[in-house]
T-cell receptor, first 112, second 116 residues
């Protein structure tokens, strides 16, 4: 692993199903983030975590949950997917020493 | 509250033209960072530059240059002699110090199309 890895790369999901998007980083960054990207809206913050064991809500948190059991992993869960959650999801991380966020390659999720 | 505005939704130019992408930001913090990211058609987000609020020096990197002006809260990005490979969505972003616990706040992006 080098940097941030997201899985899966893409997914088609039936509405009402539960889905966890995985994010793993090997840079030992304290802060991690989940964004969603939608056409014309840019990247919007869903949830963030400043350090292992803590999480916070971003701009569009409804319908999503996160956990941060350790430094490396920051999974995003959709408890019951809805079509409006169709989007491209990006995970990112950074530290105070390197404040430029590193991004994963993205997960394209389609909820039908 | 922090906000980033990229007023230009789409820009189309012909190769070798110069193009400037505008970014205006709002923040009440005295210490903050500004960023530009590029998202090519392949979809990944590529970091281009970071500026902290205490460094108003303009930056030039090859055909890319950035003009940071605190007086107008702007951080504009200029591509000189544009090329087809510059076609992408460009995002401007703003954040406080990482220790403050906030993420990067992005503008909505400017789609640049460079034709040959």
């Amino acid at each position: 692993i080098a940097g941030i890895t997201q899985a899966p790369t893409s997914q088609i999901l039936a509405a009402g199903r539960r889905m966890t998007l995985r994010c793993t980083q090997d840079m030992r960054h304290n802060a991690m983030y989940w964004y969603r990207q939608d056409l014309g809206l840019g990247l919007r913050l869903i949830h963030y975590s400043n350090t292992a064991g803590t999480t916070g809500k971003g701009e569009v948190p409804d319908g999503y949950s996160v956990s941060r059991a350790n430094t490396d992993d920051f999974p995003l869960t959709l408890a019951s997917a809805v079509p409006s959650q169709t989007s491209v999801y990006f995970c990112a991380s950074r530290t105070g020493a390197k404040p430029s966020a590193f991004f994963g390659q993205g997960t394209r999720l389609t909820v039908v | 509250a922090q906000k980033v505005t990229q007023a230009q939704t789409e820009i189309s130019v012909v190769e070798k033209e110069d193009v400037t992408l505008d970014c205006v930001y709002e923040t009440r913090d005295t210490t903050y960072y500004l960023f530009w990211y590029k998202q090519p058609p392949s979809g990944e987000l590529v970091f281009l530059i970071r500026r902290n609020s205490f460094d108003e020096q303009n930056e030039i990197s090859g055909r890319y240059s950035w003009n940071f002006q605190k007086s107008t809260s702007s951080f504009n990005f200029t591509i000189t002699a544009s090329q087809v490979v510059d076609s992408a969505v460009y995002f401007c972003a703003l954040s406080e110090e990482v220790q403050a616990g906030t993420a990067l706040i992005f503008g909505k992006g400017t789609t640049l199309s460079v034709s040959s």
